[in-house]
């Protein structure tokens, strides 16, 4: 990626994740950062608020964003990569399953290898905390377990939906799709024996 040209990548990595249905009310965002840099893209998922195909704001240049919505996850997406220097991408979308356990409040337990070999483990649903915004709650949520997040890619926004995040925008659907699925396995087993037990992450 050239410093400060708009990583085309974000396009390919949007139409991805509608293509598999990931957020069909294209009310998510993604991101990704520039190697080296403090500089990050950023690409809301409503058709409505992308400018000429592509868009974006640089976190300095909040002046351009035009939504709440868009402010607000823009924040998000802040606050993960203030905190983490190793994550370079970020996803949040609104798939049925993942939306159904963040609705709930409930963790995603790990039922089997599919979450274990991506998670590592349980999915943690993130309550927005007391005097903080969303994205310094998620962060709380992994810092508060001292969890690698390279290690434990993702978490559930309570009330709202799923985030991702890698080392790269390449990682962004592949989780997605694999929380996703995971999310609807879970569902699945529950309704099949609500006494399943989740796995250890040594078990896969
Ligand atoms: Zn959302």
């Known amino acids: 990626m050239t410093a400060n040209a708009f990583p085309e990548e974000l396009l390919a990595c949007r139409e991805r994740l509608l293509h598999e249905g990931l957020d069909p009310c294209r ?6 950062r520039e190697e080296d840099s403090d500089v990050w893209w950023f690409l809301a998922m409503h058709g409505d608020q992308v400018l000429n195909g592509r868009v974006l704001v640089e976190h300095r240049g909040s002046d351009s964003v035009h939504a709440r919505s868009v402010v607000e996850d823009g924040r998000s997406h802040q606050a993960f990569y203030s905190a983490f220097p190793a994550i370079q991408a970020v996803a949040h979308f609104h798939s049925a399953a993942a939306v159904a356990w963040s609705q709930s409040g ?3 337990p790990c039922f089997g290898t599919t979450q274990c070999h991506e998670f590592h483990g349980l999915i943690p649903c993130a309550r927005q905390e007391r005097g903080l915004g969303q994205g310094a709650s998620m962060v709380e949520a992994i810092l508060r377990r001292e969890w690698d997040p390279a290690r434990h890619p993702g978490l559930l926004a309570c009330g709202d939906g799923p985030w991702v995040w890698g080392s790269g ?8 799709k694999t929380l996703e699925f995971s999310a609807r396995a879970a569902l699945d087993t529950l309704t099949l024996n609500p006494n399943a037990t989740p796995i250890s992450p040594h078990d896969s």
Do not use: Q
């Open 106 to 108: 409930r963790d995603l």
């Open 169 to 176: 925008v390449e990682d962004l659907v592949r989780r997605a």
């Open 27 to 32: 009310a998510g965002s993604i991101s990704t």
